[in-house]
C-alpha cells in the first residue's frame, strides 16, 4: 500500500507540478508580450506555455488508460516478475527524464510523465494480487490500494512545497529515482516470480 501511495499515482499531482515547472521556466518560450490596451503597458500572454502544459497532461492520462490492455496481457502472460521489471524501468526512466530536463529541453515531458504514468499503473496491477491472500477481505485490500495510488498525487504538491523552501526539481527527482531500489528489492525479495491464485489452493503457502 506504501508503494500505490507513494509512487504509483504521481502524475494526477500535475496540478501541483505545473507550478513548479513554469517558475523554472518550461515551454516560456511560447509566452508572448503583447502591448496593453493604453499603448504603453505590456502584457505577457501565456495561453501557449499553458496548452502544452495541458496536453502534456492529456497525452499522459490517455497513454496510462489506453496501454491498460497491453499491461493486463503482459501480466498474464509473462507474471509478477517481468512486469515489475519493466515497471520499474519505466518509473525510473521517467523521473531520470524529469531530473535531467531543463527549460531548454522541455519537450522531455511528453515521455518522461507518460513513463511515470504507465510504470506507476504497472505496480498498482502486481499490487492488487495480494488481495487474494485476504480472501474475507479481498475487496477491501483492492479498494484501499486504489485509494492509495488516487492518493499518490500528493507527492508532486509535497515537491511543490518543497521547491518553494529551496529544494530544487532535479534533487526531488532524483530521490524518487533512487527510491526504485525499493520496487526492485520488493520484486525480487516479497513478490511471487508468477501470480498470486485465486482462490487460494488450500495448502498455498507464500513466500
Given at each position: 500500500?506504501?508503494?500505490?501511495?507513494?509512487?504509483?499515482?504521481?502524475?494526477?499531482?500535475?496540478?501541483?507540478?505545473?507550478?513548479?515547472?513554469?517558475?523554472?521556466?518550461?515551454?516560456?518560450?511560447?509566452?508572448?508580450?503583447?502591448?496593453?490596451?493604453?499603448?504603453?503597458?505590456?502584457?505577457?500572454?501565456?495561453?501557449?506555455?499553458d496548452e502544452q502544459f495541458s496536453l502534456v497532461f492529456t497525452i499522459t492520462s490517455f497513454l496510462n488508460n489506453f496501454l491498460c490492455l497491453v499491461n493486463g496481457y503482459l501480466f498474464d502472460r509473462f507474471g509478477?516478475?517481468?512486469?515489475?521489471?519493466?515497471?520499474?524501468?519505466?518509473?525510473?526512466?521517467?523521473?531520470?527524464?524529469?531530473?535531467?530536463?531543463?527549460?531548454?529541453?522541455?519537450?522531455?515531458?511528453?515521455?518522461?510523465?507518460?513513463?511515470?504514468?504507465?510504470?506507476?499503473?504497472?505496480?498498482?496491477?502486481?499490487?492488487?494480487?495480494?488481495?487474494?491472500?485476504?480472501?474475507?477481505?479481498?475487496?477491501?485490500?483492492?479498494?484501499?490500494?486504489?485509494?492509495?495510488?488516487?492518493?499518490?498525487?500528493?507527492?508532486?504538491?509535497?515537491?511543490?512545497?518543497?521547491?518553494?523552501?529551496?529544494?530544487?526539481?532535479?534533487?526531488?527527482?532524483?530521490?524518487?529515482?533512487?527510491?526504485?531500489?525499493?520496487?526492485?528489492?520488493?520484486?525480487?525479495?516479497?513478490?511471487?516470480?508468477?501470480?498470486?491464485?485465486?482462490?487460494?489452493?488450500?495448502?498455498?503457502?507464500?513466500?
Amino acid at each position: 500500500m506504501l508503494e500505490c501511495l507513494c509512487f504509483a499515482g504521481v502524475v494526477f499531482g500535475f496540478a501541483s507540478l505545473m507550478f513548479v515547472l513554469k517558475e523554472d521556466g518550461y515551454f516560456s518560450y511560447l509566452c508572448a508580450t503583447v502591448p496593453g490596451t493604453n499603448g504603453t503597458l505590456t502584457i505577457t500572454d501565456c495561453s501557449g506555455q499553458d496548452e502544452q502544459f495541458s496536453l502534456v497532461f492529456t497525452i499522459t492520462s490517455f497513454l496510462n488508460n489506453f496501454l491498460c490492455l497491453v499491461n493486463g496481457y503482459l501480466f498474464d502472460r509473462f507474471g509478477t516478475l517481468v512486469t515489475r521489471l519493466v515497471a520499474i524501468c519505466l518509473y525510473t526512466t521517467g523521473t531520470l527524464l524529469v531530473a535531467f530536463s531543463s527549460a531548454a529541453l522541455s519537450e522531455l515531458l511528453f515521455p518522461a510523465l507518460s513513463c511515470i504514468a504507465v510504470g506507476g499503473i504497472l505496480l498498482l496491477l502486481t499490487n492488487m494480487q495480494v488481495a487474494n491472500l485476504f480472501a474475507a477481505h479481498r475487496s477491501t485490500v483492492i479498494t484501499l490500494y486504489n485509494g492509495a495510488f488516487d492518493s499518490s498525487a500528493a507527492v508532486f504538491f509535497l515537491i511543490k512545497v518543497l521547491h518553494e523552501q529551496g529544494v530544487s526539481l532535479r534533487s526531488s527527482f532524483l530521490v524518487l529515482s533512487s527510491c526504485s531500489i525499493i520496487h526492485l528489492l520488493r520484486t525480487l525479495l516479497l513478490m511471487p516470480r508468477t501470480h498470486i491464485p485465486y482462490p487460494l489452493p488450500q495448502y498455498y503457502t507464500y513466500g
